[in-house]
Nanobody
Framework: QVQLVESGGGLVQPGGSLRLSCAAS????????MGWYRQAPGKQREFVARITSAGVTNYADSVKVRFTISRDNAKNTMYLQMNSLKPEDTAVYYC????????WGQGTQVTVSS
């Protein structure tokens, strides 16, 4: 069992950057798969990026090149660096961890607007 807490969301202008953090309540070294998802108003939750314990990453086509997922096992934290943000990136961003079942954080709002 693990609890996840996201932070780092906010309001940013198009073209700007944000870094989201996902802090875990326990050591994440043994968690094979962690990821980021997002949900825009009126839309279903969608995959953004994932990272394995070995550091292998995958991204949705819509965020490739612009977003970077990483994890710091020593800090029990996963990150999502978001650059060149677009209005269509506006959503609530959730992190998850696959550990037996799937644990989700409560989400953090990202709004991209001028």
């Amino acid at each position: 069992q693990v609890q996840l807490v996201e932070s780092g969301g906010g309001l940013v202008q198009p073209g700007g950057s944000l870094r989201l953090s996902c802090a875990a309540s326990r050591n994440i070294f043994s968690i094979n798969l962690m990821g980021w998802y997002r949900q825009a108003p009126g839309k279903q939750r969608e995959f953004v990026a994932r990272i394995t314990s070995a550091g292998v990453t995958n991204y949705a086509d819509s965020v490739k090149v612009r977003f970077t997922i990483s994890r710091d096992n020593a800090k029990n934290t996963m990150y999502l660096q978001m650059n060149s943000l677009k209005p269509e990136d506006t959503a609530v961003y959730y992190c998850n961890a696959v550990l037996g079942g799937i644990a989700w954080g409560q989400g953090t709002q990202v709004t991209v607007s001028s």
